[in-house]
């Protein structure tokens, strides 16, 4: 049982490319979310689905797109990376509404 | 929306004594409160948590109680073993838009268990 994998583990970016972070589960979920944890502020919701086909904004949406077609999966999209976006990025899953019960390792970014 | 403040920021104690985390929330309608075990290069783990219908929850050596009147909750660990040294956060939930719960979470505890 995998749980929550997370590819890539490590990325750099240059500012204004685009690039897609994954998250798959395996324990049929329907909650999944992500989240990025900087230093100092915890970890804030990016992005959130409660299932196939239906997504909502987080506390910090802006510069990230997401979608979910199956229940497995739900990769986070940066259209065009900003420093301010360099992060380590976290992708939840619950069974239970939005309280994450099982993180993946994350995807540390650096956007130069 | 949801706040959440979490004390201390570092806590170094010796092998074997207790270790207490506090925290404290803003919105009287939270009702989850989880608590994580982030180790260095990994992601966080729940390793307990309590609802509001319920003061106190012990699991081995750790324990969370939870106090709604005054909107604080806390972690305590007992018998701290070097594998404990990790950072802890707290949270807890509140509501987005559309009904749906998320977590807030504390900025963390970086807990050092000294041999």
């Known amino acids: 049982n995998a749980g929550v994998t997370q590819t890539p583990k490590f990325q750099v970016l240059k500012t204004g490319q685009s690039m897609t972070l994954q998250c798959a589960q395996d324990?049929?979920?329907?909650?999944m979310s992500w989240y990025r944890q900087d230093p100092g502020m915890g970890l804030r919701l990016i992005h959130y689905s409660v299932g196939a086909g239906i997504t909502d904004q987080g506390e910090v949406p802006n510069g990230y797109n997401v979608s979910r077609s199956t229940t497995e999966d739900f990769p986070l999209r940066l259209l065009s990376a900003a420093p301010s976006q360099t992060s380590v990025y976290f992708c939840?899953?619950?069974?239970?509404?939005?309280?994450?019960?099982?993180f993946g390792d994350g995807t540390r970014l650096s956007i130069l | 929306g949801e706040n959440v403040e979490q004390h201390p920021s570092t806590l170094s104690v010796q092998e074997g004594d207790s270790a207490v985390i506090k925290c404290t929330y803003s919105d009287s309608a939270s009702n989850y409160f989880p608590w994580y075990k982030q180790e260095l290069g990994k992601g966080p783990q729940l390793i307990i948590d309590i609802r509001s219908n319920v003061g106190e929850k012990k699991d081995q050596r750790i324990a969370v109680t939870l106090n709604k009147t005054a909107k604080h909750f806390s972690l305590h660990i007992t018998e701290t073993q070097p594998e404990d040294s990790a950072v802890y956060f707290c949270a807890a939930s509140g509501y987005l838009r559309g009904g749906y719960q998320k977590v807030t979470f504390g900025i963390g505890t970086k807990l050092q268990v000294i041999p």
């Open positions: 324990m049929n979920h329907e909650y």
């Open positions: 939840a899953s619950s069974y239970y509404s939005n309280q994450p019960q099982h």
